[in-house]
């Protein structure tokens, strides 16, 4: 009888570790994937702030992770708040100015030598105070965008 009773009381207690075992994973998991939705949010709606001073040149950050070859890619930087909105364009690695907007003509550039390595970053030359708002580095092949900030002093 006691040892009838005893492995009762054991049963239940595996019973009960099982669950509480299943339940930790369970909330682990839950946990670990809103973490990565977290991130994920984060990474689309985050973005950077960059200080230049007027008749300063500067370069808006933007590198595609995981690294890969951008030189073949369609590329965009533009200000959503401009008619039209192209800074800079880039089609297969050369420079696109059809519909660049004419406050960025001759003053917006990418490094070429840097896109096989993901670096699609934008120097903007001899800034102006009306540089002054957000830019938007957007791969349209990847669906991808970033924002830069750019914060233009006197």
């Known amino acids: 009888m006691i040892n009838a009773s005893l492995q009762s009381r054991m049963a239940h207690e595996q019973g009960m570790s099982s669950v509480n075992l299943l339940s930790n994973i369970a909330v682990s998991g839950f946990l670990l994937l809103m973490s990565a939705c977290k991130v994920q949010l984060q990474q689309m709606d985050s973005s950077q702030s960059v200080i230049a001073m007027v008749g300063e040149d500067v370069v808006l ?19 959503l708040d401009l008619e039209p909105r192209f800074v800079f364009v880039s089609l297969d690695g050369h420079a696109y100015p059809a519909d660049q907007n004419e406050a960025y003509k001759g003053r917006s550039s990418m490094f070429p030598d840097k896109l096989k390595n993901g670096d699609i970053s934008l120097k903007l030359s001899d ?18 965008e970033y924002f ?7």
Request: proline share 9%; net charge neutral; aromatic share 6%.
């Open 61 to 79: 950050p933007c590198v595609l992770e995981p690294p890969k070859d951008a030189s073949q890619m369609t590329l965009e930087w533009g200000r």
């Open 127 to 144: 800034v102006r105070h009306s540089d002054n708002g957000r830019f938007r580095c957007y791969i349209p092949n990847e669906e991808k």
């Open 148 to 154: 830069v900030d750019l914060v233009v002093g006197k």
